[in-house]
């Protein structure tokens, strides 16, 4: 494999180039979910349209109903082609006073451990991730003038946001999209020494409930003990969604969860994947999941409910005796196996609605939800891939589920007919969508050469099967 | 009674000035619970020292451990002694955007039904009723040069805030503070034709709750099913406070409530509170406190608690999959009968910490409780008061309990062995501690009209019981 090994040689001459293009895209604050950055959101997609063009990729901006997304081919006739999906987009950074550095300004630390990491919002998610193919291409062009295989990639800005546009986009747009095989990079290896295939992914869904009492804020003095409590209500709704064993009670909400096999039960538990090893460092120690699940199966192969936000009445300093007139949360749930988003969008209103006082309201707000998704274990690009990242790190990949959601990926499937391989380089101490969050140096260059390899070995005869 | 009659008409006759006087005073922002605003309570308390010392009062500023005491004295050797208590501190005016006129730009305003209003943050809670009371003063003095009986004026900045360090200035001052009577002008009317006196008051217990789990916020993805979420935590908490017959689950809570007499009951199923006429100007209907009790006695008899605010994780537009890392809540719980603050404020921890997973922790803040208080219904000055209500309004006041607190009322009892008369012109809809507080023109003009009349009740022999 000279052809390789010249391109490997090349990704670690040159990475401290391939940081500063890191650095230059993460100064851009592309966070998707405020429409007060959607200017910084496209001059991401600009930067990197004109980094691939630069490559030699036909690159463009198309338009979305929201951000544009970033379009780039280069075609190999006769080989096999790849479609890489990744985003430009970032979470928000608030508490913005607990970040240790500034977000957008990215820049090498060093961790306690000694690690050195490059600390920015979007460092992991996705930015660092994303880069890490797009430098694997960059270093098969300079050296061989040429890809591997043929390559196509989509890079959207709305995935923070649930990438509300993007589904009618592919569908839209299907003829283009054609390829063999989607790449994907957004999620994480299994632990520092140990790389991971995906192989499933949790569904979201994910609802804003406004209850609305009296008109005004009221003197709790004067019409405490009389007049309903919008933070009471919505309190009492929330407590109201788990039962005492951790499970989740909305009517119908297990329909379609499937027991996870007990082989795969017993390979889980043979990766000894502890509270004090994956909850200690977050400084944690209990699973807070179902009771009698193992951890692992709470995070991976079981549906969750979280409330990721909550607000009403006084948050001042100080004290104030007000009764709110509105209260609101937002609360979404991991789905699994062939839980329905739609079915659970009509349990929960209903939830809602039989819980709030008559002479009160409530306002409903449903994001767009998804399934979760399962890729066939025997795919060829599967063995493909586990090869080319067992010659980069030494040890083979494990496969693992997520807990995570990357709704495309089920409109890939659906829409193009496309399995997707889900190939990422993130660690858990990342803090994505925290303060401080970080990409290891590690990641990104051997992420980097681990892309080159599986470019190199999707190549092959066969490895996409088709 | 031409002595009063003169009073009465000079009143009349400078109602425009006193108003101006009123607005100069509401421009300050005297806000006492955020520290920022510390300028601008001394600039609201100087301002009513330059005001009484012009009327001839011999008027300072006194040190607290916080927003400073104006204390005023205007001696009348053998006539008896009134110590007036108000205070010029107001409440945060958030959220601003409801607001339809700036809170600290007063006006006079028109309401829907004719009626006109004074518009401002602090017009009837409470500088607009202080002003009442100094106003009356001010005619006495125009007309006659002298007060009809001796008059001590004590107005605090931190009422809003929890009165803190006022006890222990009274305690220490109680010197200058004899008196036969306390006067407090910080209560509501009966209706707008009705004139009340308050003889009951409701006790307070203040808390901050911040419950803390993971030591950084978490992805929902990666970590949803496993991390204990504080919101969560909280609601659980905050649901579990109510039984579902609206009743208070704290062990202990109603020790020391006592059943309303029979003859009472009676008397209140006579004012026919209805939840149409109490709740419906703020757009409710229904009663939300405990099962079986009537309206009147839910804000008024029964003691209640309410969750006054509440925040945690991300409450931004948009979506984020987040577990947040803290939240927290401002509950509190309104006192009655020989309720005690302490023994509660020690239940309250117990049940708190009770339900904290053990890998988490709590942070519980106690803020200065008050006990309930009751006025002796034999007392003259009571009386006195209510004769001359009754000829400025021309229906006799009615007696009512407040659901409202006024600490600082146990306090000159307990230090200065005085019982507190308590006489105000607000009504349920002047919206104080919310948007858009006013005070109604007629509460103040026939206010300051009644404290002429009260003041020369309580002239007359034996009216304060000496």
């Not at 569908?171 to 020494?193: F, H, Y």
């Not at 995906?198 to 005004?216: H, I, M, N, P």
């Not at 007990?262 to 400084?283: C, I, K, M, N, Y």
């Amino acid at each position: 494999m000279a052809a390789l090994d010249a391109v490997l040689s090349d990704i670690d001459r040159d990475l401290d180039n391939s940081l500063e293009r890191l650095f230059a895209w993460l100064r851009i604050e592309s966070i998707s979910t405020d429409p007060a950055y959607a200017g910084e959101c496209r001059r991401a997609a600009e930067w990197l349209k004109g980094d691939l063009a630069a490559l030699g990729f036909d690159a463009s901006l198309r338009e979305t109903g929201g951000h544009p997304v970033v379009l780039a081919h280069a075609p190999k006739p006769g080989a096999p082609h790849v479609l890489f999906y990744g985003h430009y987009d970032v979470q928000p950074v608030d508490p913005l006073e607990l970040w240790e550095t500034t977000p957008f300004d990215p820049r090498l630390v060093s961790l306690p451990d000694g690690r050195r990491a490059i600390s920015a919002r979007g460092a992991a998610d996705d930015k660092g991730q994303v880069m890490t193919f797009v430098e694997a291409c960059r270093a098969w062009k300079a050296i061989h003038g040429e890809l591997p295989v043929g390559v196509t990639l989509l890079i959207e800005g709305a995935e923070e946001n649930g990438s509300k546009d993007l589904p009618e986009w592919v569908e839209a747009n299907r003829d283009e999209l054609k390829a063999d095989l989607v790449l994907v990079c957004d999620t994480g290896m299994w632990d520092r020494a140990t790389p991971a295939i995906t192989s499933s992914l949790r569904g979201l869904s994910y609802f804003e409930v406004f209850v609305r009492c009296a008109d005004r804020d009221l003197h709790s003095g004067l019409f405490g003990g009389a007049a309903a409590n919008p933070i009471r209500v919505l309190s009492r709704l929330i407590s109201d969604l788990h039962d005492d064993d951790g499970r989740i009670t909305l009517p119908g909400f297990y329909d379609g969860v499937r027991e996870t096999p007990a082989e795969v039960l017993e390979q889980w538990r043979g990766l000894d994947l502890t509270p004090e090893s994956f909850l200690g460092p977050v400084g944690l120690g209990l699973p807070a999941g179902e009771r009698g699940r193992m951890l692992i199966e709470q995070i991976q192969s079981r549906p969750t409910c979280d409330v990721n936000g909550i607000v009403g009445g006084y948050t001042g300093e100080g004290t104030k005796t007000v009764i709110a007139g509105q209260a609101s949360a937002k609360i979404s749930f991991r789905l699994v196996d062939d839980q329905d988003p739609e079915a659970i969008a009509a349990s929960f209103e209903s939830f809602v609605r039989a819980r709030i006082p008559a002479d009160c309201s409530v306002e409903i707000v449903t994001h767009k939800g998804s399934r979760a998704i399962a890729l066939p274990f025997d795919m060829p690009a599967l063995a493909a891939a586990k090869g080319a990242l067992a010659e980069e790190w030494g040890v083979p990949p494990v496969t693992i589920g997520s807990g995570g959601s990357i709704p495309i990926v089920g409109d890939f499937k659906r829409s193009l007919g496309l399995d997707s391989l889900l190939v990422g380089f993130g660690l858990d101490d990342d803090r994505v969508h925290s303060p401080n969050e970080k990409y290891d140096l590690t990641s990104f260059h051997k992420g980097t050469r681990s892309w080159a390899r599986i470019l190199a070995a999707l190549a092959e005869p066969g490895a996409v099967g088709r």
